[in-house]
């Protein structure tokens, strides 16, 4: 039993994580130069002052395209992922155990829900 505990213990002792490189220094000499590592925030800086085309995206632009990835839909009672919506109360919800809790809400909680997800029409 006694081994068993020396044995976890040399084992967490030799788990090194790689992150974690003890020798790493962020001043490295490449061709006899000092190297230094730069911050995100001076690498867009340097970016802006670059000359770009006029319609280049780059990290610091904030008109980016749209995505063609159709937007994720959460669940309006649990916040799951949602696969189902409802087609009497349009509430999303993701599995059977919430379609009957749907089901079974009074007209006044899901025109709360509704309006909290923001896509209460009274109209329609």
Do not use: C
């Not at 974690?20 to 800086?45: C, E, H």
């Not at 309006?76 to 189902?84: C, M």
Request: hydrophobic residues 25%; proline residues 7%; glycine residues 4%.
């Amino acid at each position: 039993m006694a081994n068993n505990t020396l044995e976890e213990v040399s084992h967490k002792e030799e788990k090194k994580y790689v992150f974690k490189d003890p020798t790493f220094d962020s001043t490295k000499t490449v061709n006899g130069k000092k190297k230094l590592w730069r911050s995100l925030k001076q690498i867009t800086a340097q970016e802006r002052n670059l000359p770009w085309p006029e319609n280049t995206i780059y990290y610091s632009s904030i008109s980016a395209p749209p995505s063609f990835k159709p937007s994720k839909k959460y669940s309006d009672i649990s916040g799951l992922i949602a696969k189902y919506k409802d087609p009497q109360t349009s509430l999303y919800y993701a599995g059977h155990e919430e379609f009957s809790t749907v089901r079974n809400l009074p007209s006044d909680i899901i025109t709360g829900y509704l309006t909290l997800r923001g896509s209460y029409n009274p109209i329609g």
